[in-house]
């Protein structure tokens, strides 16, 4: 019998039988391992593609000072295309956190730990975890275009 799970409350028992629990670990293995790559990579170049249109229309900001409106609506685009990549990266920060989860509790159970980097250790454990920037830099490029917004409507800019 071997115990498939990530947790106390979500472990399952599944009847295997006995050659092939090294093929079900490292396949099960290998599409965490995977899982957690992708939500890497994805993460990364979503971030791209928001830096690269937030430049884009902060600049044709710039140009088209005639109309206020246009210029609003834009500043609101911005915000709910902010508020957008804030919750896809928690979305994908807490898929990454059940799949980092999951690769710990197999390579424990299979005492490979010593050989999974999943943490760092010594000085280095005491910097924030990189998957906080992702949802801190939306929250941030949110709030800063709200503040836009505000500031336009309140200045009487966008009458």
């Known amino acids: 019998m071997v115990r498939i799970g990530y947790s106390d409350r979500h ?28 939500i890497k990579s994805e993460r990364i170049s979503f971030m ?4 690269l249109i937030s430049a884009g229309v902060l600049t044709f900001l710039q140009s088209v000072r005639g109309s206020a409106v246009l210029q609003v609506t834009l500043l609101l685009f911005m915000c709910l295309f902010s508020m957008f ?4 990266s928690l979305r994908l920060k807490g ?15 299979a005492n490979i730990s010593h050989f999974v980097a999943l943490e760092l250790e010594g000085k280095l454990a005491r910097y924030p975890k990189f998957r906080w920037i992702f949802p801190t830099f939306y929250s941030m490029t949110t709030v800063g275009y709200v503040a836009l917004v505000a500031y336009r409507l309140v200045s009487g800019k966008a009458i």
Not at 14 to 35: C, H, K, M, R, Y
Not at 103 to 109: C, G, L, N, R
């Open 11 to 38: 472990t399952m028992n599944t009847e295997i039988p006995a050659g092939s629990d090294a093929t079900l670990f490292a396949a099960v293995f290998n599409e965490n391992w995977q899982n957690t790559r992708h």
């Open 48 to 51: 791209n593609a928001f830096s």
């Open 85 to 88: 990549g804030l919750l896809t």
């Open 95 to 109: 898929e990454l956190e059940d799949c980092l989860a999951k690769i710990k509790v197999m390579s424990a159970q």
